[in-house]
């Protein structure tokens, strides 16, 4: 079993910036992608950011330029920095990753006021 914990969400001015990051439970140093998913209600769960365990990223359309993950192997942990925030951001954020099976965190509130 590996616990996924997020934390850094809250409530933000349209322009501004949070981080949020990504504690597990277990090493993460052999797991080959580690992503950002954000949901809104209605809508599928979506793939904002992924970082291979080579440091290779890749990004949704719409947070390109404005969103960096990260990952630190020494603290099993994951970033997700996000600038230029708008209000379209606004959504609960997981992190997710497949360690043997497929786990995800319980989520962090991001809302972005216009």
């Known amino acids: 079993q590996v616990q996924l914990e997020e934390s850094g969400g809250g409530l933000v001015q349209a322009g501004g910036s949070l981080r949020l990051a990504c504690a597990a439970s277990?090493?993460?140093?052999?797991?080959?992608?580690m992503g950002w998913y954000r949901q809104t209600p209605g809508k599928q769960r979506e793939l904002v950011a992924s970082?291979?365990?080579?440091?290779?990223?890749n990004y949704a359309d719409s947070v390109k330029g404005r969103f960096t993950i990260s990952r630190d192997n020494a603290k099993n942990t994951v970033y997700l920095q996000m600038s230029s925030l708008k209000p379209e951001d606004t959504a609960v954020y997981y992190c997710?990753?497949?360690?043997?099976?497929?786990?995800w965190g319980q989520g962090t509130q991001v809302t972005v006021s216009a």
């Open positions: 277990r090493s993460i140093f052999s797991i080959n992608a």
């Open positions: 997710g990753a497949n360690f043997g099976s497929f786990y």
């Open positions: 970082i291979t365990s080579g440091g290779r990223t």
